[in-house]
């Protein structure tokens, strides 16, 4: 594996070995060692030319704790919002002697775009590309449901998620849809019909209007950001409309399982697909998300840049 652009060019076996190698190396950070010298000497570019908290510093301490130098590049202040070509972006970055890329870009392909014309030579890892994929967080989600519901097993068999919310905008439910499928989980998409994309059918899962009949037989809710920015319509009447059908609050909280997980990726818009009483519940899983992540994107780093992976046990 050379790149990590989408979560469809990954077999079980490879997302199995990422999300063990995880479970190491998260086992050494929570131990004594804080840094590796895995990646000593390496350069990673941090590519980002849409706005990113949580991605950009999970993706930054990831390369820092395995001893890799990092360059922190976004479009504000760069010469992309001078409207620089990708091409001419990754020109420079390989006149840098980058290692690896790690993009966030506005356009889907973008990243498969970087990796194809071989502009540069190092691994691209994809870290959100417009409306199409967000591999590193669906691989984050994967291994903060293993931890919790996984029953043992390196697969997650029998575990039933709902994604939820504003599937149509979402990168972060079409790669969870991919991966939570490709490892035997179950997956509900719940949404109203204008937030469905076309074609939903064709999709590994089973999709519902109605969150009050999903929320009782899920294992996991995992709910989505109401991307405004990327509506060019209106999709809901109000906010009030969607919070009363969509948005996961304290009543219907109630209704899940007792031992059932409550995710969202953030940023999270408190008050409307969550509540703030439930985004800081016993239930809610969110912050721990972003611990697990660089966890994950240490791996994801480790396994493209080093061709080696960990056993669980194996540290
Ligand atoms: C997501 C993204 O950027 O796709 N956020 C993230 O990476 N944690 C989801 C979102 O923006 O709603």
Redesign the pocket.
């Known amino acids: 594996m050379k790149h990590l652009l989408s979560i469809a060019d990954l077999s079980a076996a490879e997302a199995t070995k990422i999300l063990d190698t995880a479970t190491e190396l998260a086992r050494t950070s929570d131990g004594q060692i804080k840094k590796l010298p895995t990646l000593r000497g390496r350069t990673i570019v941090n590519l980002f030319a849409e706005d ?1 908290t ?2 950009r510093i999970s993706f930054e301490a990831a390369a820092k704790r395995l001893s890799a130098d990092v360059i922190n590049f976004s479009a504000k202040g760069s010469s992309i919002s001078k409207g620089e070509s990708l091409k001419d972006t990754a020109l420079t970055l390989q006149a840098m002697g980058a290692d690896a890329v790690v993009i966030r870009h506005g356009a889907s392909g973008a990243a498969q775009r970087l990796a194809d014309n071989e502009w540069m030579s190092g691994s691209v890892i994809n870290a ?1 590309d417009g409306t199409h994929e ?1 591999p590193s ?1 669906a691989l984050l989600d994967a291994f903060t449901i293993r931890k919790h519901l996984g029953k043992g097993s390196s697969d997650l068999q029998g575990v039933h998620v709902a994604i939820v919310g504003d599937i149509l905008h ?3 439910a079409r790669s969870n849809v991919l991966l939570l499928s490709l490892l035997g989980a179950k997956v509900t998409l719940v949404a109203p019909p204008t937030l469905l994309p076309i074609g939903v059918e064709t999709w590994p899962c089973t999709f519902s209007y109605d969150l009050d009949s999903v929320l009782p037989l899920v294992d996991a809710v995992m709910m ?2 109401v ?1 405004q920015e990327r509506m060019t319509e209106l999709f809901f009447p109000n906010p009030r409309e969607y919070s009363r059908y969509y948005g996961l609050n304290a009543e219907r909280m109630r209704t899940l399982k007792k031992t059932a997980i409550v995710m969202h ?3 999270m818009n408190r008050g409307l697909e969550i509540s703030a009483e439930v985004a800081d519940s016993a239930r809610s899983v969110i912050t721990e998300q972003v611990s697990n992540g660089v966890s994950v994107r240490m791996a994801i780093l480790f396994v493209l840049l080093t061709g080696s992976h960990l056993e669980v046990g194996s540290m």
Do not use: M, N
């Open positions: 990113s949580r991605t959100g967000h967080q979402s990168r972060v989505l950001r991307q990726p953030g940023p």
